[in-house]
């Protein structure tokens, strides 16, 4: 019985933090978002050095070959440290795709570049968790034709893309008929984007028995992803609450003295601390416990969110005028949560979805 | 119980409405610009801008009548026109020389800030001073017939449009915190003055940093005398009933969420028929209904001298709470829609003003009295609960 | 223009509160539960001699002929002192159905009882709100089966009663075939019950032109007055908190003087004040506003519930373990509001109600 | 991550399943009767009661096993069998006179009260000092060799049916508060004793007054020496992992909504088609999630002795807010129906026990340390945040 990090996952925490910590993460979050980059190079080298662009790639394709507990644990100190890089998608989604869904050839081509961080894959997905605008992705003769919102690392050479039948493709950046567009968000950190598709070639994902159990299982993956990196953002966010109430002084005292200011401390952390527990639950189930693993992601997901939400909202409230500001950069924490919330679906749209799976929705 | 304004309101709310369908065409948009100045002493000569200000100061000379006011704010946010200049010069400093200015100042300042010629900036928040105001650190120096400044301020909006600045300083360091400080006026094109845009996280530009490095004014731009700029800064409070919040504008963003709503769609069904959010925005409709009727409960006591309780003191509370979670409500409508942000982004809603509202909202929340500070209000004035008592080690 | 109460009607408020308090309030409800009673008489015939009973009834009927307005302040009131007597079902619905729907006789024979308070009426519209247990009373050739939940002002002598198709209908409470079961609640200091209809002699108030719009009307007065009372019942529950915080000494120190205990208070008052404009405003527009009257009810119930339990539940915490005993009796309020917040529609029923009203819902 | 208990584990809980499988005919109902005493005796025997209090105390004298001990807890509770006798006595007079006891104390009194052959009660908590509990001023004054004992005890759960009390009482009136405070051990049968039941909101009566009028007891029944009282009570909280909640409690609550949710119906639909009242559910599941997961966290921390941080400190806060959370769903849920209450009221759902656990929650909150107190200590212990200054009068 051991419900906890083993040593090397601490460890892999500890040496993630230590290279975003010394590369100084807001600063580089900073640059990234008045550059309007589209990659961080440094960053992504970074991460490609320390195994977590093959995080979950198997040895034999140049990865690591850890698990997914092992990415929501990577995704939380992403989180924490408002990471301008490709992880979610380029490392966990895509991945998984090709590794359950992609033949073997497919494999050999791609896992290798997205473990070396040689290429970066994004991940469109959005419509199989509820489309907007209508959109959607058709799949016909080996080519795609519709359109993909909110596509995750959308700064990438080549896309994994769930059409609406359920089927999986890849799809190369500069292939013929695509068009790209950034959608500008709130979270300047993580670019997100849409393709327009019109007849582009495709190659099929089509190893796996069923393919739209693979996209649900990328659903799941994905939402427990966003729910570690919305708990790193938000503690991180705490801890900045909680260090700058210590310092802060009003009316001749440390502003953490006044019990009003220790109570929204206090509960910011009570309402974070399970789900830290949650996620890693559910990072847990995803690959050990099948029959949890939906559920738990949602609400992992849905939870973490409406909590991170309200630690966003508090944190920035007990720095008073400064956390409005940019000076002490709150928001970008503030932001990554608020985008996390909606990626993958949101609160409500989660929730529906675990009713659903428990058979207790129409 | 009765709602109606009475004949005589409801005559004037003809006039003004008949002065809109006449005038319309002369309004300007946003900016300062010279239509905008022509527009504002317009409305000075109607009655509409400077209602109450004395005709030698400047303005029109009406008796205060409260209902008058509301209607010209009715009717012109209605016709969806201009009404006039507004800025800290208007609505602070003019009230304030009116209270506690001297002829001479009443004589040579309201004119001119009324009319929009000079633009003025605040300087009373400090990094130091915020929910503390009074403890404030930028100080004078008396040297000859000139203070001498030092020190810097922020949340100063405008800073980088100001002609002017009204701006609380030390001047008795060795006085009480609340009896050392002193009201000035001076020129921002005084020499010594570093102005430095603050951003804040909407990514806009509404405030500024203030620096200032010797910046030399004559003695005499001084409003109350020495030492007593706690008292002329709080002269205009009495005034103040709570009303920061426009109901009406709330309302307006409720529609803009049913129309959200109407026209939203996921796995192309209508996001009107999805009973969560339906409940959320029923639930908000509730609570911005009870601030409306709050609203006018605090404009009939005002119009009717009535007590109206903690009414009035627990308005900046509730309602820069209720925007915030209402503007939530659309993002959360919205879904991956709602993050979009940022200008001329593909599928942005409303311009991106969800978005910028939930998060200009949570400053207002912060800004002006925390809702912290405001707590210790309700509870230390409203019910009267004691004070925190004294530390002792101070 | 005036949004606020008339001296008469602030002098109505008065008098009815020295009543209440003259007479003990707390003290009279402990003992109304403690013997079990179904109606107290004492109480009864001072509401009467107040003009309390015949409040809106007309002056010919031995009525006082005010409105649904001064109906919501006394309804405040009576919350405030959770007074054991009948009136939302007795003095307000009752008579309001009668002057609606019932013809010059019926109301000559039972206006001036019910004003007096020589008779008590019961109501039965809970099935028009939503009806549990598939309950209901279907009229057939001038006799009522089937059965009545949660009848308001239940110990009666004569019952209003909406069936399923929007009819309206006066019953003895002696009528043969009428099985009457009082059902105990949290609230003991307003009896509901259960009536059983086997094939019973009852008197169609058949006056109105369109009786389903009466009944419409009497759900609408109901919400509103319901509201009333949790108002006046939360806002004696802050006022109880509020004097036990500067009485109560911890630590040495009297304990509203901690941050944490004040800003609860101010939360309450903070949240419940617009509520008193809004039920203000609610029982104004029920006669004065017609357009408006059933969408503001309807929020002015949930709003208002929503707030009152919130205050319930802070206001007892402010009291400490004291507000969890019978000693000082502050649950009586609590369990109020309680029973206020579901009768004629708990608040998630009541908001799908004004979004319908909307045409918002489907 | 390794959420399985192992083999050994595995095998010590198919031996519990077999006894359980083997006894449960001779398991007792409720209450104290015979039966139970021997039921007691036999889960002694077993290791199932008394598990790791040494055998010449009368316990099984097995190795602390977190884990096993949560077996026996898990498989009792899955069978529906009494896991034997509970009360004060058992779980916190022993552990203290285990810490702290002399050794004829630990001989004379910890095996009948294991055994249940005698009852104790608590007497901490007073009027005057609840959150502040060293405030308290029930007093014992040395008289001969005989303590004298007056004052007023509150919250006194099971007085009306214990044989002993374990007492906390002023002996040193002039020294500190905290240091003048003595553990004294007397019948409940002494003269001077007045017991009042104390009714709560929920009409039950779980709790008492009890009244000291010159109550005498012999000098040598203290634990701890004179003036330790405080350091004697407060001798197991270091043990305390704040496992208040069992969290499969909460677990069967929820699916208790659910059946709810199934069975409940309003204009003859099943409530289970109420997207409203679903995303409720929802949202308490994810919570109820969460502080599953916390709970496993903490077994897994005591078990291998693992920093868990500030996961332990939260537990009381959270579980209780959200049990009361959970239960006003299932009110809401059944509306009118949510409101009926007292034995035998006609169609009263679930015997009256979602009424009676909202409101006794609402007390969980507040006793044991408020809610207030709480976040006090998480901030203070968990986030190293200062304590509030001293004042400056006292």
Redesign the interface.
Same mark, same amino acid.
């Given at each position: 019985m051991e419900f906890g990090l083993s040593q090397e996952q601490t460890m892999l925490q500890d040496s993630l933090t230590r290279f975003l910590g010394d590369s100084g993460s807001l600063a580089r979050a900073r640059v990234f978002n008045a550059n309007n980059e589209g990659r961080a190079p440094d960053v992504l080298a970074g991460l490609a050095e320390l195994g977590v662009t093959g995080l979950i790639i198997p040895e034999e394709h140049g990865g690591v070959g850890l698990g997914l507990l092992d990415a929501a644990l990577v995704s939380e100190v992403l989180g924490r440290h408002v990471t301008p890089a490709p992880f979610i998608g380029s490392s966990v989604l895509a991945p998984l795709a090709l590794m359950r869904a992609g033949s073997a050839g497919q494999q050999a081509v791609w896992l290798p570049k997205l473990a070396s961080g040689a290429a970066v894959a994004g991940v469109a997905l959005?419509e199989a968790t509820?489309?907007?605008?209508?959109a959607g992705v058709t799949a016909s003769g080996g080519r795609l034709s519709g359109r993909a919102?909110?596509v995750i690392d959308f700064e990438a050479d080549v896309y994994v893309v769930a059409d609406k039948a359920g089927g999986l493709h890849l799809v190369a950046a500069d292939a013929k008929g695509l068009t790209r567009?950034r959608?500008?968000?709130?979270?300047t950190t993580r670019p997100v984007g849409?393709l327009n598709f019109d007849n582009v070639e495709a190659e099929p994902l089509a190893a796996a028995a069923d393919s739209a159990a693979v996209v649900r299982f990328l659903i799941d993956t994905g939402r427990v992803m966003y729910a570690a990196d919305t708990l790193g953002a938000a503690s991180a966010m705490i801890d900045q609450a909680v260090a700058y109430a210590k310092e802060r002084?009003?009316?001749?005292?440390a502003i953490a003295t006044?019990q009003?200011?220790k109570h929204m401390c206090a509960e910011m952390a009570a309402a974070l601390e399970p789900c830290r527990s949650l996620v890693w639950y559910a990072g847990h189930a995803l690959e050990s416990l099948p029959a949890e693993a939906s559920v738990t992601a949602c609400h992992a997901k849905a939870h973490t969110s409406e909590v991170g939400?309200r630690v966003a909202?508090t944190a920035?409230?007990v720095h008073?005028?400064m956390?409005?500001?940019?000076?002490v950069g709150?928001?970008y924490w503030?932001?990554r949560i608020?985008?996390n919330?909606?990626?993958l679906?949101?609160?409500?749209?989660v929730r529906?979805d675990a009713a659903r799976l428990q058979a207790l929705a129409a | 119980?009765?709602?109606?304004?009475?004949a005589e309101?409801e005559a004037f709310r003809r006039e003004v409405v008949e002065f809109l369908q006449t005038h319309r065409d002369q309004a300007p948009g946003s900016g300062r610009g010279a239509s905008a100045l022509a527009w504002q002493k317009l409305l000075i000569a109607h009655g509409y801008a400077g209602r109450t200000i004395p005709k030698e100061y400047g303005g029109y000379g009406a008796a205060p009548d409260i209902?008058k006011s509301r209607i010209i704010a009715e009717e012109f946010a209605k016709a969806q026109v201009s009404p006039g200049l507004g800025g800290q010069g208007i609505s602070m400093l003019i009230p304030t020389l009116l209270e506690v200015g001297s002829e001479e100042q009443k004589r040579d300042i309201i004119g001119p800030t009324l009319r929009g010629e000079r633009i003025w900036c605040q300087g009373y928040?400090e990094p130091?001073a915020?929910?503390?105001l009074a403890?404030l650190r930028t100080k004078a120096d008396l040297d000859g017939d000139e203070w001498v400044i030092n020190g810097q301020k922020?949340?100063t909006s405008t800073a980088h449009l100001a002609d002017w600045i009204f701006c609380l300083v030390r001047t008795e360091p060795d006085a009480p915190k609340h009896q050392g400080i002193s009201f000035l006026l001076f020129s921002m094109k005084s020499p010594g003055i570093e102005i430095r845009p603050?951003?804040?996280?909407t990514?806009g530009h509404s405030?500024n940093e203030v620096f200032f490095t010797d910046v030399r004014v004559p003695a005499g731009q001084i409003v109350g005398k020495r030492g007593e700029g706690w008292k002329v800064a709080n002269a205009i409070l009495k005034h103040e009933r709570g009303s920061l919040a426009d109901p009406n504008v709330m309302l307006s963003r409720l529609n803009g969420i049913?129309e959200l709503?109407r026209s939203?769609?996921?796995?192309?069904r209508r996001l009107?028929?999805?009973?969560?959010?339906?409940?959320r925005?029923?639930?908000v409709?509730?609570?911005v209904?009870?601030?409306r009727?709050?609203d006018?409960?605090l404009?009939?006591?005002a119009?009717?001298n009535?007590d109206?309780?903690?009414?009035g003191m627990?308005v900046k509370?509730?309602t820069t709470e209720l925007r915030?979670e209402l503007e939530?409500l659309a *993002?959360?409508v919205? %879904?991956?829609?709602?993050?979009?942000?940022?200008e001329g #982004?593909?599928?942005l809603r409303g311009n991106g003003s969800w978005?910028w509202n939930y998060?200009f909202f949570?400053?207002l929340?912060?800004?002006g009295g925390?809702?912290?500070i405001?707590?210790?209000i *309700?509870?230390?004035r %409203?019910?009267?609960?004691?004070?925190?008592?004294?530390? #002792?080690?101070?």
């Amino acid at each position: 019985m051991e419900f906890g990090l083993s040593q090397e996952q601490t460890m892999l925490q500890d040496s993630l933090t230590r290279f975003l910590g010394d590369s100084g993460s807001l600063a580089r979050a900073r640059v990234f978002n008045a550059n309007n980059e589209g990659r961080a190079p440094d960053v992504l080298a970074g991460l490609a050095e320390l195994g977590v662009t093959g995080l979950i790639i198997p040895e034999e394709h140049g990865g690591v070959g850890l698990g997914l507990l092992d990415a929501a644990l990577v995704s939380e100190v992403l989180g924490r440290h408002v990471t301008p890089a490709p992880f979610i998608g380029s490392s966990v989604l895509a991945p998984l795709a090709l590794m359950r869904a992609g033949s073997a050839g497919q494999q050999a081509v791609w896992l290798p570049k997205l473990a070396s961080g040689a290429a970066v894959a994004g991940v469109a997905l959005s419509e199989a968790t509820g489309a907007r605008e209508n959109a959607g992705v058709t799949a016909s003769g080996g080519r795609l034709s519709g359109r993909a919102l909110f596509v995750i690392d959308f700064e990438a050479d080549v896309y994994v893309v769930a059409d609406k039948a359920g089927g999986l493709h890849l799809v190369a950046a500069d292939a013929k008929g695509l068009t790209r567009t950034r959608l500008p968000t709130i979270d300047t950190t993580r670019p997100v984007g849409e393709l327009n598709f019109d007849n582009v070639e495709a190659e099929p994902l089509a190893a796996a028995a069923d393919s739209a159990a693979v996209v649900r299982f990328l659903i799941d993956t994905g939402r427990v992803m966003y729910a570690a990196d919305t708990l790193g953002a938000a503690s991180a966010m705490i801890d900045q609450a909680v260090a700058y109430a210590k310092e802060r002084k009003q009316f001749e005292r440390a502003i953490a003295t006044f019990q009003a200011v220790k109570h929204m401390c206090a509960e910011m952390a009570a309402a974070l601390e399970p789900c830290r527990s949650l996620v890693w639950y559910a990072g847990h189930a995803l690959e050990s416990l099948p029959a949890e693993a939906s559920v738990t992601a949602c609400h992992a997901k849905a939870h973490t969110s409406e909590v991170g939400t309200r630690v966003a909202k508090t944190a920035t409230e007990v720095h008073g005028g400064m956390g409005f500001t940019d000076l002490v950069g709150l928001h970008y924490w503030f932001k990554r949560i608020g985008l996390n919330r909606q990626m993958l679906g949101g609160p409500e749209a989660v929730r529906e979805d675990a009713a659903r799976l428990q058979a207790l929705a129409a | 119980m009765e709602l109606s304004y009475g004949a005589e309101h409801e005559a004037f709310r003809r006039e003004v409405v008949e002065f809109l369908q006449t005038h319309r065409d002369q309004a300007p948009g946003s900016g300062r610009g010279a239509s905008a100045l022509a527009w504002q002493k317009l409305l000075i000569a109607h009655g509409y801008a400077g209602r109450t200000i004395p005709k030698e100061y400047g303005g029109y000379g009406a008796a205060p009548d409260i209902l008058k006011s509301r209607i010209i704010a009715e009717e012109f946010a209605k016709a969806q026109v201009s009404p006039g200049l507004g800025g800290q010069g208007i609505s602070m400093l003019i009230p304030t020389l009116l209270e506690v200015g001297s002829e001479e100042q009443k004589r040579d300042i309201i004119g001119p800030t009324l009319r929009g010629e000079r633009i003025w900036c605040q300087g009373y928040s400090e990094p130091g001073a915020g929910s503390d105001l009074a403890n404030l650190r930028t100080k004078a120096d008396l040297d000859g017939d000139e203070w001498v400044i030092n020190g810097q301020k922020i949340w100063t909006s405008t800073a980088h449009l100001a002609d002017w600045i009204f701006c609380l300083v030390r001047t008795e360091p060795d006085a009480p915190k609340h009896q050392g400080i002193s009201f000035l006026l001076f020129s921002m094109k005084s020499p010594g003055i570093e102005i430095r845009p603050l951003i804040d996280m909407t990514n806009g530009h509404s405030f500024n940093e203030v620096f200032f490095t010797d910046v030399r004014v004559p003695a005499g731009q001084i409003v109350g005398k020495r030492g007593e700029g706690w008292k002329v800064a709080n002269a205009i409070l009495k005034h103040e009933r709570g009303s920061l919040a426009d109901p009406n504008v709330m309302l307006s963003r409720l529609n803009g969420i049913k129309e959200l709503m109407r026209s939203e769609t996921i796995d192309g069904r209508r996001l009107i028929y999805s009973p969560v959010f339906r409940d959320r925005l029923m639930r908000v409709e509730g609570e911005v209904m009870a601030m409306r009727c709050n609203d006018l409960r605090l404009l009939s006591g005002a119009v009717n001298n009535a007590d109206v309780g903690i009414a009035g003191m627990i308005v900046k509370l509730q309602t820069t709470e209720l925007r915030h979670e209402l503007e939530r409500l659309a *993002i959360d409508v919205m %879904g991956e829609m709602g993050v979009l942000y940022g200008e001329g #982004a593909p599928h942005l809603r409303g311009n991106g003003s969800w978005q910028w509202n939930y998060m200009f909202f949570l400053g207002l929340i912060i800004g002006g009295g925390t809702s912290q500070i405001q707590k210790n209000i *309700i509870a230390e004035r %409203g019910l009267g609960m004691p004070r925190e008592p004294k530390l #002792a080690i101070g």
